[in-house]
C-alpha cells in the first residue's frame, strides 16, 4: 500500500472535503522548495500555510532546535522558566511597539486570539465593568478555536456553529469610498459603552481572500476606539514577522494597539508556536492581591523550550545585516509581477503589501473562499512545479525569505501561462 493510500485509510486533512479530495506526499524539503517521493520539486509559494519564513530545513534553525533537545526538551510553565522563553519574551517586548511590555505564551495563532479575547473579557470583569461585545471587521478570519471563530465572520468557517456565538458587531473593511460611514458606525457602536474590544488583521485579510486596507485608516479608528477605552486587539499572525515589509503591520500605524496576536512565521516555520503580547494597561488589570483577578488559561506545552529556541532561531536570522534588503527585493519582484497581471483579461484583481502578493482570478461568480474556479488551476500549477493553494479564485503568493528572483518569476509567469490557455 501507497504512502497516499495509508494516508487516505486513516487520515482526516484540514480544510479539505476528504470526498474526492487528491493529497500530494511529500518526503523532504530544503530552502524554498519541496520534494514529493518522485523527487519532483515544487517551489511552495505559499510558505506551507504562510509559515515557513527561512526555507525548508534551515540548518541554522535545525541546529538549535538539535542543541536544545540535548539541554532542556520541555518543563511546566507553571511556576517554572528557563532561558529559551526568557530571550524570546525580551527579543518580541525590543520588536514590538514600544507600548507592548509583555508575553503571554500558547501554541498557535488560533490560541493566540482566543488568549487576546479572553484577556479582554477578564480586563473588564477585574475592573468591575461589564462589557461583552467585540467589534471586528466583515471579512475577518481569526481561527478555529470557539473564541476565535466567533469574531470570525459569519457564514462559511463557521455556519454550524452561529447560534452558539457571543455577540460581535461587524462593520466594513474601510475604504476611500466607504471611509466616512465606517467611522460614523465604528462611533456609533463604542459610544454605547457596552464595547470589549475591537479585533482586527491590520492591512490584509488573509484568509477571507487577501482583502487590502490603507494603515491611515485603520489609525482612525484605533484613535477613536482609545478615546472611549476600547482595548485594541491587533491579529498578526498573518501580518508579523516580516511579511508587510517590517517587522509587524502595526508599524505603520499611528496608533498602536494594546494586544498583539503573533504566531506562524515566529518560529521559521518549524514549531508551533502563540504568544499574546499587551501592554502595561492590560498586564496591569490582572496584578491583584485578588486571586479571582489571575489569568487562569495555559496549555500543557505553553512555553515550550523547543518551541522557543527555534523562534530565538528564526528572529535571529531576521536580525542579520543581510535580511531586510534580500526582503525588499522579494517586495519589488512581487509588485513588478502584480503591477504587470493587473490588466490581464482573465484577473479581476492583482494587489499587494510589502512581501504579499494576491491575484484575484476572474472566472465568474462571486470572489469567496467557495468558489471554486482555482482548484483546477492549483493542479495546473502542481504540473509546472508550483505550489500555490488558493482561496477560493485568489491565489497568495507568500513565498519564503530565502526564494530566489527566477522563482518568483516562475510562479508568476506560470499562473498567467496557465490563464492564457484557459
Not at 12 to 39: C, T
Not at 49 to 72: C, D, F, P, R
Not at 353 to 370: C, L, P, Q
Request: contains cysteine.
Amino acid at each position: 500500500m501507497t504512502l497516499k493510500d495509508r494516508d487516505k485509510k486513516y487520515i482526516w486533512h484540514p480544510f479539505d472535503q476528504m470526498k474526492g479530495s487528491d493529497i500530494l506526499p511529500i518526503s523532504r524539503g530544503e530552502g524554498a522548495y519541496v520534494y514529493d517521493e518522485q523527487n519532483n520539486r515544487y517551489i511552495d509559494g505559499f510558505s506551507s500555510w504562510w509559515v515557513n519564513g527561512h526555507g525548508h530545513s534551515n540548518s541554522y534553525i535545525a541546529q538549535k532546535i538539535h542543541e536544545q533537545m540535548n539541554t532542556l526538551e520541555h518543563v511546566a510553565f507553571g511556576g517554572f522558566t528557563h532561558k529559551p522563553a526568557v530571550d524570546l519574551a525580551e527579543t518580541i517586548v525590543e520588536i514590538t511597539p514600544d507600548e507592548i511590555k509583555k508575553v503571554f505564551f500558547s501554541d498557535n495563532g488560533s490560541t493566540a486570539n482566543e488568549v487576546a479575547i479572553k484577556m479582554s473579557m477578564q480586563y473588564w470583569f477585574n475592573k468591575g465593568e461589564k462589557r461583552n461585545k467585540f467589534i471586528a471587521f466583515e471579512g475577518a478570519y481569526h481561527g478555529d478555536t470557539f473564541g476565535s471563530m466567533c469574531v470570525t465572520a459569519r457564514g462559511g468557517f463557521n455556519e454550524p456553529f452561529e447560534h452558539f456565538m457571543f455577540d460581535v458587531d461587524f462593520i466594513p473593511l474601510p475604504t476611500i469610498e466607504n471611509f466616512d460611514s465606517v467611522v460614523s458606525k465604528f462611533t456609533s457602536l463604542v459610544e454605547k459603552d457596552d464595547i470589549c474590544a475591537f479585533i482586527f488583521e491590520p492591512l490584509v485579510q488573509g484568509a477571507s481572500g487577501m482583502n487590502m486596507y490603507s494603515p491611515a485608516s485603520l489609525s482612525k479608528l484605533l484613535e477613536i476606539a482609545k478615546q472611549y477605552g476600547v482595548l485594541t486587539i491587533a491579529d498578526e499572525v498573518f501580518t508579523g514577522f516580516g511579511r508587510t515589509g517590517s517587522w509587524f503591520a502595526s508599524d505603520y500605524l499611528n496608533e498602536k494597539p494594546d494586544i498583539m496576536c503573533l504566531s506562524k512565521t515566529v518560529t521559521g516555520g518549524f514549531l508551533p508556536l502563540g504568544l499574546t503580547a499587551v501592554n502595561e494597561l492590560v498586564f496591569n488589570a490582572f496584578y491583584s492581591d485578588e486571586q479571582k483577578h489571575t489569568f487562569l488559561h495555559g496549555h500543557s506545552y505553553t512555553g515550550n523550550p523547543l518551541c522557543c529556541a527555534s523562534a530565538n532561531a528564526a528572529l535571529e536570522l531576521m536580525h542579520k545585516d543581510d535580511f531586510w534588503p534580500k526582503l525588499k527585493g522579494i517586495e519589488n519582484r512581487i509588485s513588478y509581477h502584480i503591477s504587470r497581471l493587473k490588466t490581464h483579461e482573465f484577473v479581476r484583481d492583482a494587489r499587494c503589501v510589502g512581501a504579499i502578493g494576491a491575484i484575484e482570478v476572474d472566472r465568474g461568480g462571486k470572489s469567496s473562499y467557495f468558489n471554486d474556479s482555482g482548484k483546477e488551476i492549483y493542479k495546473k500549477l502542481l504540473q509546472k512545479g508550483v505550489i500555490l493553494r488558493p482561496l477560493g479564485n485568489v491565489f497568495p503568493v507568500v513565498v519564503p525569505y530565502c526564494i530566489q528572483e527566477n522563482d518568483i518569476d516562475h510562479i508568476f509567469n506560470s499562473l498567467e501561462e496557465i490563464l492564457n490557455n484557459n
